[in-house]
């Protein structure tokens, strides 16, 4: 699997009543669009809340 850095991500509401919207993110100048609701965006939020409250994880260094 390639790996690609995402340079820009817009996020567009298409709907309130139910809410839907769209993330597009923009990656080597190829844009993927894909469409969400309500529950996936709080998952999605979750998850993101997730990855920024992580402690970085500390390495045993070797004592010589």
Known sequence: ????RATN???STVSAVPLR???EIDCAGTVATFEIDEELA???CADLERFL???PRRTRTARF
Do not use: P
């Not at 699997?1 to 690609?4: K, L, N, P, R, S």
């Open 21 to 23: 919207g769209t993330i």
């Open 9 to 11: 991500i817009a996020v």
């Open 42 to 44: 709080h998952r999605l």
């Open 1 to 4: 699997m390639t790996m690609q």
């Open 53 to 55: 409250t992580q402690v």
